[in-house]
C-alpha cells in the first residue's frame, strides 16, 4: 500500500522532533524510576561501562569498518570520517527494549542498576560524540586542525563527565558523604546551576506549597523537567544529563511532597511518554523499511553486526573484570553474560542515522539499511534468546534473595 501511495508524503522525522520531543521522556523516564542510592553506590562501574565502555565500542567498531574498507571487502571507499560518524551512532543501546528484557527475566537488582545506569550514560556518549563527528564531517578532514581536535576533546569532557561528576558530588552531599575537596569544583557547580540539579531543587520548593492543589503537581514536574532539558541545551551542555539528574533529584527531593496519588500519575504519565515516543521512532522505523529503496551491501551490513556482538562483549569482560578488581559484590559470569548479549539497539540509533544529511554523507542510505538491520537483528533474535539462554546458564542466580538481619534472626528463631 505504501510503494503505491508513494505520492503521499507523511511527516518525516525532524532533529527538531527528535531532540526537542521524543527524546526527553525517554531520559526523563530512565532517570526517574532509578533507585538512586543503588545508582550513587555503583558509580564507579556505571561510569567505567557508560563512558569508557561507550567509548571503546564507538573506537573498535568504527576502526575496524574502516580497516575492512580498506582492504576492499565492501568494494567502495567509505571515508574515516563517514565510518566514525556511523560507529557513533550504532553504539546507542535501546535502554527501553533492553529494560523490558530485564523485568521479564527477573535480574537481581545490582546487575539492573549497573546497565541502567550504563545504559543512561551510553546515551549522554554517544550523541556528544554523533554531533562532535558531524562538525568533523562538515569541517572535512583535511580542513580539520590540533584545536578542532581538542575543542571536540574538551567539548566531551564538559559535556559528559562534567556533567556526571557534578551530578555525581551533588547526590553524595544528599547521602551524607562530606569531602573537603568539593569547594575546589564550586565554579563548576556554579556554571551548572541552570540545569537539572536547579530545577530539580526548584520543584521541591514548588511542591511544598500545592497542598491545596494538588491535580497540579504532575504539570510541575514535567515543565521542571523539561526546562532543564531546554536550559542545558542553550548553554551547549549535554540535555541528556540535565534531564536525568533533574529526575534524580526530583526522586529524592519531591516524592515526599507530592500526593499518593500524584506520584502515581507521575510514574504511570512518565512510563506512557516514554513508551510512545520509542513507539513512534519504531513507526518510522517500520514505514522506512518497507517504502524505502535499500541501498544493501552485504559484507558491511554482516561485519557490522558482527562487530557490534564481539566488541559488545570483549569491552563487557574487560571493563567487569577491572569493576570486580575494586567491587564487594562481583559482577559473576552470568551478569556479564546478561550485559553483552543485551546490548540490543533501537529507535535512537535509527533515529540518528536518518537524521544525517545525505546531501553531506553521500553513503547515508548504505548506513540507514545497516542500522535497520542490526536494529532488527538485537531486537528480534537477541531479545528474544535471552530469556532462555540465561535459564540454561543459571536460572537461580538472577532470582536469588540474600536474606536480610533480621530474616535471619527470625529464621533462627524458628529452628
Not at 57 to 74: K, R, V
Not at 259 to 275: D, G
Request: glycine share 6%; proline share 3%.
Amino acid at each position: 500500500m505504501l510503494r503505491h501511495a508513494a505520492n503521499l508524503h507523511g511527516p518525516s522525522l525532524t532533529p527538531n522532533t527528535f531532540f526537542f520531543y521524543m527524546l526527553p521522556p525517554i531520559i526523563l523516564n530512565a532517570g526517574y524510576l532509578i533507585p538512586n542510592r543503588k545508582f550513587f553506590e555503583n558509580i564507579t562501574t556505571i561510569l567505567l561501562m557508560g563512558v569508557i565502555g561507550t567509548l571503546f565500542n564507538i573506537a573498535t567498531i568504527g576502526s575496524s569498518l574502516w580497516a575492512c574498507g580498506q582492504a576492499g571487502i565492501f568494494g567502495i571507499d567509505i571515508p574515516f570520517l563517514h565510518i566514525f560518524l556511523f560507529s557513533s551512532l550504532i553504539a546507542a543501546v535501546n535502554p527501553v527494549a533492553v529494560l523490558t528484557v530485564f523485568e521479564d527475566i527477573q535480574v537481581n537488582e545490582v546487575l539492573q542498576i549497573v546497565v541502567f545506569g550504563e545504559l543512561l550514560l551510553n546515551y549522554a556518549v554517544t550523541i556528544v560524540m554523533y554531533h562532535m563527528f558531524q562538525v568533523y564531517n562538515e569541517i572535512g578532514v583535511d580542513e580539520i586542525i590540533t584545536v578542532d581536535i581538542a575543542a571536540g576533546v574538551g567539548s566531551f569532557f564538559v559535556d559528559v563527565l562534567g556533567g556526571s561528576f557534578i551530578g555525581e558530588c551533588s547526590n553524595f552531599v544528599h547521602y551524607g558523604y562530606s569531602s573537603k575537596y568539593l569547594a575546589c569544583i564550586q565554579p563548576l557547580l556554579d556554571c551548572f546551576r541552570f540545569t537539572g540539579i536547579t530545577w530539580g531543587f526548584l520543584a521541591g520548593l514548588i511542591t511544598r506549597c500545592t497542598d491545596k492543589v494538588r491535580v497540579v503537581e504532575p504539570i510541575f514536574i514535567f515543565a521542571m523537567a523539561y526546562m532543564a532539558y531546554l536550559n542545558a541545551e542553550i548553554f551547549h551542555m549535554s540535555g541528556i544529563l540535565a534531564i536525568t539528574f533533574c529526575g534524580l533529584t526530583v526522586k529524592n527531593y519531591v516524592e515526599q511532597n507530592v500526593s499518593e496519588k500524584s506520584r502515581t500519575t507521575i510514574e504511570y504519565t512518565l512510563k506512557i511518554l516514554s513508551f510512545s515516543a520509542e513507539t513512534i521512532i519504531f513507526m518510522f522505523l517500520g514505514v522506512v523499511t518497507v517504502s524505502y529503496e535499500h541501498e544493501w551491501n552485504t559484507w558491511f551490513v554482516l561485519l557490522t553486526i558482527i562487530f557490534c556482538f564481539v566488541y559488545r562483549i570483549l569491552g563487557v569482560l574487560i571493563l567487569s573484570a577491572l569493576s570486580n578488581a575494586f567491587r564487594v559484590q562481583k559482577l559473576t559470569k552470568v551478569d556479564q553474560f546478561v550485559m553483552s548479549y543485551g546490548g540490543l539497539r533501537g529507535a535512537v540509533a535509527f533515529a540518528l542515522v536518518l537524521l544525517v544529511d545525505e546531501d553531506r554523507i553521500p553513503l547515508q542510505p548504505m548506513f540507514l539499511t545497516t542500522t535497520i538491520a542490526v536494529v532488527f537483528f538485537t531486537v528480534f533474535l537477541q531479545g528474544t534468546t535471552i530469556k532462555p539462554l540465561v535459564k540454561i546458564l543459571d536460572n537461580k542466580h538472577l532470582n536469588q534473595h540474600k536474606p536480610t538481619m533480621e530474616e535471619n534472626s527470625h529464621e533462627l528463631e524458628m529452628v
